[in-house]
């Protein structure tokens, strides 16, 4: 007899998808392209963001380009474990802001035969890997990593600048006003912190 969360050798399993990059990168225009897809296709879907994202919306997952769907704002990633039965395909959104317990909880979805669709930052404003994203990059079948065009240059941006620099606080909501997409070499110019990996001048 097996328990319920062990893996049958016959069971049919999900799989982990994660969406990541900067702000302004389209990622959860992205999520939720493929969450419209799967409700064409007559599955059962269903999409977490987590509480304190009420940027747009207080329950909505809603872009840039002000595309939505529906969501159910979450406190804590175990609250995605009680409200996913019977779930074809999940949506968690704004997944940098979860505690790291979700990478267990998406591996447990997955492994109960659910379609996991995460979307994130995978770096906060400093440059340094974001909240459970990192696990989640190690441990999906696919990713997919998409890029904002730099404010400053025009190049691929793959960091998200804080404009506001007497914020130090690891989440502050915000959009424009706050956060610009910007390239390695303009974030850098920017930030010049140690561990930048700027090329040491020869002496």
Partial sequence: MFLENTIHPYRKLGWIEVI????????????????????FARQKVEIFKPAIDTR????????????????????????????AAGVDVIGIDEAQFFDKELVNVCNELANLG?????????????????????????TAEYVTKVHAICMVCGNLANH????????DSLVLLGETEKYQPLCRGC??????LPYSGKPQKKQ
């Fill in 114 to 138: 659910c379609r996991v669709i995460v979307a994130g930052l995978d770096m906060d404003y400093r440059g340094n890997p974001f909240g459970p994203i990192p696990s989640l990059l190690a």
């Fill in 187 to 192: 974030f850098y110019e920017r930030n010049p």
């Fill in 20 to 39: 990541c990059g900067s702000m302004f990168s389209g990622k959860t225009e992205e999520l939720i392209r493929r969450l419209k897809r799967a409700q």
């Fill in 160 to 167: 998200s600048h804080r404009l506001d620099e007497s914020n």
């Fill in 56 to 83: 747009y919306d207080d329950t909505d997952v809603v872009s840039h380009d002000s595309n939505s769907i529906r969501s159910t704002p979450v406190e804590s990633s175990q609250s995605i474990l009680l409200l």
